[in-house]
């Protein structure tokens, strides 16, 4: 996936039309595979771009023939939204027309399972065999020729996820990692099982994968950005991802305190906090946030999920405690601070938003 590559004369081919972005969120339920062949073939081309892709990112697709067999499947792990493509040969653009559309909002790393592709952006260009890993950011053009049928799988993370500056975003892009070398050797096959078998997962056990992933993305980025080789590339930025991940992992816990943090790491407890300090945070804060999200998608799941009951009150308390809280009292005054309302007003709202979505 790029920025520039240029078709040769003659090649321009058959052009989608407007492909139609969905709102922030919308995917096809999980699981579900969307494919060209529930169409004439004449139609397949735009069927791919308008029905398909849009769930990806919006982009120009070309073909020799104006036609396409091609199948999508869109899965969430946790947090992680993965997509599968399995496609014909052909060229995707990601215009700025497209990005102007603002549904950029995420860093692409895609594994190439089957096939070659060309791609480029931001000034390079690489070529993915596979195995290979690649970060794509959508906020930017790029293009990927692929001259054969692949197959590529797509992890979607939010930008504050990864914790990369744009500087650092922009020096990762469209630079291939092996998966022979380095930390990419563990980080390939770790996404494509992911990407194989993200169903298989329940709660809280997807979750966790899903952030593990999203660290290891983190730490081979890092090591990516690295320096020469007698300066350990981010080796703060590593250690912070580790830590990160411990306190994902005792979330739960009333006693993840600093002082168990900074023992379990053998660090002490100022420099674990001038860790946190150097991302704009506190550790406090930070660990917070976490457990307020969760106890946010544990609720909505309760109260919005398939089965919910009419009313998901009486679960606060017991989801608080789960995820840290010393009880609902604690909970909602942490809820009330960081949102501007109850945990129980903002049910009622993501019930109005659930029950009329608006149009499609």
């Not at 070529?127 to 970060?135: H, L, T």
């Not at 930008?159 to 975003?169: F, K, P, V, Y």
């Amino acid at each position: 996936m790029s920025s520039e590559i240029r078709l040769p004369p003659g090649s321009e081919g058959h052009r989608w039309g407007t492909a139609a972005v969905p709102p922030e969120g919308r995917v096809p339920p999980e699981g579900r595979v969307l494919s060209t062949r529930t169409v004439p073939l004449h139609k397949s081309l735009d069927h791919w771009h308008e029905t398909v892709l849009a769930q990806l990112v919006g982009m120009d697709l070309v073909t020799d023939d104006g036609t396409c067999d091609a199948e999508m499947r869109v899965d969430r792990l946790g947090a992680l939204r993965i997509t599968t493509v399995e496609c014909g040969p052909g060229t995707a653009h990601r215009s700025p027309e497209r990005i102007a559309r603002g549904d950029g909002r995420e860093v692409f790393a895609a594994v190439l399972a089957s096939g070659r592709a060309h791609a480029e952006q931001d000034g390079r260009t690489l070529e993915m065999r596979p195995g290979d890993v690649a970060f794509f950011e959508t906020a930017r053009p790029f293009r990927t020729h692929f001259p054969y049928r692949f197959r590529l799988d797509v992890f979607a993370v939010s930008r504050d996820r990864l914790g990369l500056s744009e500087a650092e975003l922009h020096r990762i892009t469209a630079r291939p990692l092996r998966p022979e070398r380095g930390p990419a050797a563990l980080l390939s096959p770790f996404l494509a099982r992911l990407a194989n078998s993200p169903q298989t997962y329940r709660q809280p056990i997807a979750g966790q994968l899903a952030d593990s992933a999203v660290d290891l993305l983190s730490a081979v980025a890092a090591w990516r950005l690295g320096g020469r080789a007698e300066e350990p590339p981010g080796a703060e930025r590593v250690l912070l991802l580790r830590v990160r991940r411990f306190i994902r992992w005792h979330l739960a816990s009333p006693d993840l305190t600093p002082g168990t943090v900074a023992r379990a790491h053998g660090i002490s407890v100022r420099y674990l906090h001038r860790l946190f300090q150097a991302e704009g945070t506190s550790m406090g804060r930070w660990i917070r946030e976490l457990r307020l999200q969760e106890c946010r998608r544990e609720l909505a799941a309760a109260a919005l999920g398939p089965g919910a009951t009419p009313d998901a009150r009486t679960t606060l308390g017991a989801v608080a405690r789960r995820w840290g809280f010393t009880g609902a009292a604690h909970f909602t005054r942490a809820f009330r601070r960081e949102y501007g309302m109850s945990p129980t007003a903002w049910l009622r709202g993501e019930r109005v938003r659930y029950s009329f979505p608006g149009p499609r």
